[in-house]
């Protein structure tokens, strides 16, 4: 196992340089649904450290016992047993939450990123590993999901967390609250991070 | 494979100004009808002369309003394109005049109320995400105007609907209250005729008056800078549909003469949908598109929420533009 | 045969273990949060109740706990298909009734569109709206949520079916069944405009029956 990853690596390396957005393109379904504001975005966001985190240790730590023929129905099982979880919680918790983000926290089990990680990472690497990687992963999934939710909800609603940032008389940018704004939002910020990267690289060399 | 390789380069250093000196096989993205800027900068010019009765008889019926609205839009597109073009590091497209008809069909597009931001944010998303992010004319799928309009119309839908072509009541000659659409779908009243085809009703300060978009249409098509298949086929699938709904109602007619006459309809059809970079190639291509355009329309118009469908029709239209190219090209022989 | 099966179970052995053992951990989450959950659903109605059914000034004065509430289920057969309304029956602290409240669900332009209806004693008119759920166009069908636009139902007749107009200027204000539409929004005004006659419509005749029946039982124990 020499040239795997070790725990701090994994760990930087999902923030930003795998970032699951904007490098590997993972977990769009909620990147793209319920990104119309940064609560709904943060809460999913949270959903989804929950369940990675979780999955990770539990995968990792059965890691040795896994067929390689039967690992995916483990992985699936476990994913949705934690998104289950998460599902009931913000349901007596964080009642009026839940029913805005409605269908898309169940979705969570079928989030790619979640088994991804269970995959390429719990399933070979120890507990601390997973558990890092997982961190790593949940946070660069959190900040792509704010990034794009900040822009969203400060152009559509003239507000940041519900709170006015922009005067009152910002004509509200209907569209950025709705699905197209999803993809417009989407497709620019990843245009605006491969830019940055190649000036980055041509800098460089 | 060596062969291939030398292929390659050839076509990667083959700029559209060698055309005049080297008279090789020309290769460029298609339509490959405008395959020199002088091609483009005189179509262009068609365009803007085709334009001019309709300029002339917004500017005369909405005075103030259709002259802001036009000035704001064609700057800003003209600006918007200088921009964008000098962020990609390409050399200037200003003289071929494309992002100044763009301009003028989104200003006369747009309902004279509209306020400032609404002309200025649909030009810079027409120039941005409409063309310059496909690679700039000639690569983009949809009509730069029209997605720059869908922006606007989505994001400031109070400014833009239905609602927002009542405030300008009583500021402006002739016209005010409800488009006639709209005031048909939601009321059940009609307007004259006349004032249908002249254009003294409200509207989006291009689209009132039938007469000057067919005057500028026929000019286009004359020139043969617009295809005469497209405006032809749409204008026949309205009327069928039109003409099919009237008998099932037992109306008086006026319901066909407002769907031919009042709304978008002669001026998409002439202007928008024409647009030689977004539509089919082929002779029966353009056909296609029209029906689909045509059928697109009456049914935004018959069964949405919204009163015209001559934007969103054309936008999907353009999508399916690709697929309409690949089934009615013609096979070359033997690759069958 | 046998050693085929004990080698297929053997090598599932995991997967039925962590289902158990999974299975066994959400069903304990489910006992301890459902309550909670259910209590949630509940809570989201009954906190809108008082202000359907009474003034702002009496609502004021007469807290929450001070009403009580009963619900039933009125069930409506149309066309073959039966409907339910929640009713909850709304009753001040010396048990004269207050109104009804119901709910309601229909069409909207992008989704359902869910309502409380709060009728006075009997039904005779109005006394309150409010939108629990909708997904209309944020800026434009939205606008159903401001409650300028929903108080124009407040103290409609319920016997009139309600129309929804262009803009009712001076006189007409004071016209019973009109309400102004939304201006761009001429759909999701009407969705809701008919949802609440349609279901006015429904529950009317059956929450007659039940008033006289308790007049009769406060009658006799006077």
């Known amino acids: 196992m020499a040239d795997q990853p070790t725990a701090f690596e994994r760990f930087v390396q999902g923030i930003l340089p795998e970032n699951p957005v904007y490098r590997q393109l993972l977990g769009l379904c909620p990147t793209l649904a319920v990104t119309n504001g940064m609560k709904p975005a943060l809460t999913m966001a949270c959903s989804v450290a929950f369940v990675l985190l979780c999955a990770n240790i539990v995968i990792s730590l059965i890691r040795d016992l896994l067929k390689p023929h039967l690992r995916i129905v483990v992985f699936t099982l476990t994913i949705a047993t934690f998104v289950t979880i998460a599902d009931r919680f913000l349901a007596a918790y964080l009642f009026q939450m839940s029913k805005t983000l409605g269908p898309y926290i169940p979705l969570i089990i079928v989030n790619c990123l979640i088994i991804c990680r269970c995959e390429v990472c719990a399933s070979k690497q120890s507990v601390f590993t997973a558990a890092a990687d997982a961190i790593g992963q949940a946070i660069g999934f959190g900040l792509a999901l704010s990034s794009i939710a900040a822009v969203r909800e400060i152009l559509g609603t003239g507000m940041f967390f519900g709170m006015r940032v922009l005067p009152e008389v910002w004509p509200d940018w209907v569209i950025m609250v709705l699905p197209p704004g999803a993809f417009l939002t989407l497709g620019l910020l990843l245009g605006l991070v491969n830019w940055v990267g190649i000036i980055k690289s041509r800098r460089s060399s | ?336 | 045969m046998t050693n085929f099966r004990n080698n297929n179970l053997a090598q599932a052995w995991l997967v039925l273990v962590i289902a158990t053992v999974f299975g066994t951990a959400l069903a304990g989450i489910q006992i301890k949060l459902n309550p909670v959950i259910e209590a949630n659903k509940i809570r989201e109605t009954m906190e809108k109740i008082p202000s359907l059914i009474l003034d702002p000034s009496q609502a004021a004065d007469i807290k929450s706990h001070d009403l009580v509430i009963q619900s039933r289920v009125i069930e409506i057969e149309k066309n073959g298909i039966s409907k339910f309304y929640p009713v909850y029956d709304v009753h001040l602290k010396d048990g004269s009734l207050a109104g009804h409240v119901t709910k309601a669900k229909g069409q909207g332009y992008a989704d359902k569109i869910e309502l409380l209806i709060g009728l006075d004693a009997g039904g005779n008119a109005i006394t309150g709206l409010f939108i629990l759920d909708q997904k209309e166009t944020p800026g434009l069908g939205n606008r159903i949520l401001e409650k300028p636009w929903r108080d124009q139902f407040v103290d409609q007749p319920s016997g009139t079916t309600l129309v929804v107009v262009k803009s009712k200027t001076g006189p007409n204000n004071e016209i019973d069944g009109m309400i102004d539409g939304i201006s761009g929004a001429t759909i999701s005004s009407r969705s809701v405009t008919s949802i609440v006659n349609t279901t006015i419509a429904d529950i009317r005749p059956r929450l007659l029956p039940i008033i006289k029946k308790e007049n009769i039982i406060r009658q006799e124990n006077e």
């Open chain 2, 1 to 336: 494979m060596p062969d291939s390789n030398k292929k390659l380069d050839t076509i990667k250093d083959f700029k559209s100004s060698d055309v005049k000196e080297n008279t090789a096989i020309h290769v460029a993205p298609s339509p490959h009808i405008r395959d020199t800027k002088a091609n483009t900068q005189k179509m262009m010019i068609d365009v803007l002369i085709a334009l001019t009765p309709v300029v002339l008889v917004s500017v005369y019926l909405f005075r103030a309003y259709a002259v802001k609205q036009l000035l704001i839009c064609l700057v800003s597109c003209l600006i918007a394109e200088y921009v964008f073009v000098r962020m990609r590091g390409r050399s200037m497209t200003l003289k071929d005049c494309s992002a100044g008809v763009t301009g003028i069909i989104l200003a006369l597009s747009l309902p004279g109320s509209a306020p400032w931001f609404v002309g200025v944010i649909a030009s810079v998303v027409a120039m941005g995400i409409g063309k310059i992010i496909f690679g700039g004319l000639g690569m983009n799928i949809f009509n730069p105007a029209m997605v720059g309009r869908a922006f606007v119309m989505i994001a400031f839908a109070g400014l833009m609907s239905a609602g927002s072509y009542e405030n300008i009541t009583g500021l402006v000659d002739a016209v005010s209250g409800a488009t006639p659409l709209s005031a048909m779908k939601f009321n059940n009243t009609s307007v004259e005729f006349s004032h249908l085809f002249f254009g003294n009703t409200n509207g989006s300060i291009g689209e009132t008056s039938s007469a000057a978009c067919i005057i500028g249409g026929l000019f286009l098509v004359f020139k043969k800078t617009a295809s005469w298949q497209i405006p032809v086929s749409i204008v026949l699938t309205v009327l069928a549909i039109a003409g099919i709904t009237d008998v099932a109602k037992a109306g008086s007619g006026l319901f066909i003469v407002h769907h031919l006459f009042s709304g978008a309809l002669m001026f998409g059809a002439f202007f928008i949908a024409t647009d030689p970079v977004t539509s089919p190639l082929t002779s029966k291509g353009k056909w296609i598109f029209g029906f689909g355009t045509g059928m697109l329309i009456m049914i935004i118009r018959l069964f949405s929420g919204y009163p015209e469908g001559v934007m969103f029709a054309v936008l999907m239209m353009n999508a399916v533009t690709p697929l309409i190219n690949r089934w009615t090209n013609p096979q070359p022989m033997g690759e069958a």
